[in-house]
């Protein structure tokens, strides 16, 4: 942790991988001792008596999620005496720390109210043990076989017989508006289940402050399994319980995942709510990709530090919290928040409409070459599958193009009901998870609306046209085109001012490129009243039906949003 000031600026601003860092050393700020100097190789520190005490820096053990610890050895300069200083989870400091009765009880007391628990200890070493020490430390870190392992060994053969300092607690605060968020979620039928590495105690209180659990909810706490026959035993007393919140450590998580995968997920799925605790990266990740295996749903991940990173990653959808402890989440994420509340408006209003748009949207590109692969089909059959286009040139290009691209691309703008309705009722969201926007019947619908359209149009242009080919040209193509836009406009829930722009631009480009379209299209012909009746007809015939069917599908049987914008 670093300084970012000289000694004397007031206004100091600390740098640190963690905000834990960050508060335990503003607290000694307040009580007198503050650091002002810190770099690669030394510290300086300012007593109460505003005396500077240097200190020279030896070696650093850097924390991992594996040894749950880190360390640090330092030579006082004025007195010469080196000292091991070392900070870690209670759960592997307790054996390293000499024996005492108030540790744990304490530990647990402080995790009960919701604290981060640090368990801060020291050794002194003589200049002989330390230069011992370095020797084979130096010697490991050469070692070209097992190199971790032996580094390892090494630095444990200090980690004896330490002299317990203090235990730090660090209150992590919920941001504001967790708890209504988490309300959202669950209206939605979102499950949610959290995943951290704070010991057990602390994450039961954080799950009940956030109402992740509510108060009068039972909890079933798994107790530590070691082998098969405990987790067996632990799972059929589990499956006595109903209806009722599941807190499991990691110990336990792994020893369960390896023997019982499955009953284990069946009977988590189960659960209104679920709180890993003391979780490594590793197996946040295993349990986003056990959730995606078993259940065969999509998982969001949601995480605000570098130990999220590989849960977000493995999930579906990963959403970065940019916060104290850096940008790596957000960085490593699909999407990025300043604050936890704001995932509510991602899913409920953004994410919703993303949905059912991309839904309309590809049904709609779907619809729109159908259509006229369907009229090609037509032409083709009655003059017995000759190889003759039906439409050439810039006609076919100006279809995909010009004279369609722009209404079918406006319907990303549409949205069924305003975004305060959707945050209102997050209910909306939960017809989502049938997947009716997008599914096998929809798609099948859309096939049979483009087969009817396109066979409508080319048999009715076939049926009414008098001498000319030229003349089935302009009336299928006009057809068509009018009909594309009508669709989209039926389509079409709310109106947005582009929307209409598109569908007028749409039309007066076509019209506008009549004059140029003569090698395709008769121009005198288009001007006639017997043009236009039989357009008129045509695409009267082909989509007339499909706006009654809606009138009377929103009459009988209407959408749950309807309901709420009627």
């Not at 007198?32 to 240097?54: C, E």
């Not at 209206?187 to 954080?206: H, P, R, S, Y």
């Not at 790596?328 to 748009?357: C, E, P, W």
């Not at 305003?418 to 997947?435: I, T």
Request: with cysteine; proline share 2%; glycine share 6%.
């Amino acid at each position: 942790l670093r300084p970012r000031s000289s000694y004397e600026d007031s206004c100091r601003v600390y740098q640190a991988s963690s905000p834990d860092e960050v508060a335990l050393v503003q607290w000694t700020e307040s009580v007198g001792l503050t650091l002002v100097g810190r770099d690669q190789s030394s510290m300086q520190l300012r007593t109460p008596g505003d005396q500077i005490l240097n200190f020279t820096i030896l070696q650093i053990f850097p924390f991992t999620y594996e040894s749950k610890r880190m360390g640090i050895i330092v030579r006082d300069e004025s007195t010469g005496e080196i000292t091991f200083y070392m900070k870690g989870a209670d759960v592997v400091m307790a054996g390293i720390v000499q024996y005492n009765d108030w540790l744990e009880e304490e530990c647990g007391n402080m995790a009960r109210e919701g604290l981060r628990v640090l368990v801060v200890a020291k050794k002194s070493l003589a200049e002989e043990q330390y230069q011992d020490f370095e020797a084979r430390y130096v010697q490991a870190k050469l070692s070209v076989h097992d190199r971790s392992l032996k580094v390892a060994t090494v630095i444990e053969s200090l980690e004896m017989e330490m002299e317990l300092l203090c235990l730090t607690g660090v209150e992590d605060q919920l941001q504001a508006d967790v708890r209504p968020t988490l309300e959202t979620l669950r209206n939605a039928g979102i499950k949610v289940w959290m995943l951290t590495g704070d010991k057990l105690e602390t994450a039961t209180c954080t799950a009940k402050n956030a109402h992740l659990v509510t108060r009068n909810q039972d909890i079933h706490v798994f107790r530590l399994v070691t082998n098969r026959g405990e987790a067996h035993l632990e799972l059929n007393a589990f499956r006595r319980k109903h209806d009722c919140a599941l807190v499991i450590s990691g110990d336990s998580l792994e020893v369960c995942l390896k023997y019982y995968e499955y009953e284990f997920m069946e009977l988590a799925c189960q659960c209104p709510a679920v709180v890993c605790c003391r979780c490594a990266p590793t197996q946040k990740a295993q349990i986003v990709r056990l959730l995606q295996e078993r259940t065969g749903k999509l998982t969001c991940a949601v995480g605000d530090g570098g130990n999220d990173v590989s849960m977000i990653q493995e999930s579906d959808c990963g959403v970065g919290v940019e916060g104290k402890e850096g940008k790596q989440a957000s960085l490593a994420a699909d999407f990025s928040i300043t604050q936890f509340k704001h995932l509510g408006r991602l899913l409920m209003v953004h994410g919703r409409n993303s949905y059912k748009r991309s839904a309309a949207l590809s049904q709609f590109v779907i619809h729109r070459s159908l259509c006229i692969s369907t009229m090609q089909a037509v032409f083709s059959s009655v003059f017995y599958f000759a190889s003759v286009p039906l439409y050439q040139g810039f006609l076919i290009i100006g279809y995909s193009t010009i004279y369609t691209m722009f209404p079918v691309f406006s319907l990303v703008l549409d949205k069924d009901v305003k975004s305060e309705v959707a945050m209102l009722y997050p209910e909306l969201y939960k017809d989502l998870l049938k997947g009716r926007p997008l599914s096998y019947k929809t798609f099948l619908i859309w096939v049979l609306i483009s087969i009817y359209q396109g066979s409508t149009i080319m048999y009715g242009a076939l049926l009414l046209f008098e001498s000319e080919f030229v003349h089935i040209v302009a009336i299928s193509f006009t057809s068509l085109i009018l009909t594309e836009l009508l669709m989209v406009a039926l389509t079409i829930q709310t109106w947005h001012w582009l929307m209409t722009v598109a569908e007028l631009l749409s039309l007066a480009c076509y019209i506008a490129s009549l004059v140029f379209l003569h090698e395709f299209i008769d121009v005198y012909f288009i001007a006639t009243l017997s043009f236009l009746w039989k357009v008129s007809v045509i695409t009267l015939v082909s989509c007339l039906p499909l706006y009654v069917l809606k009138y009377l599908r929103r009459r009988f049987s209407p959408p749950s949003y309807s309901k709420l914008t009627s």
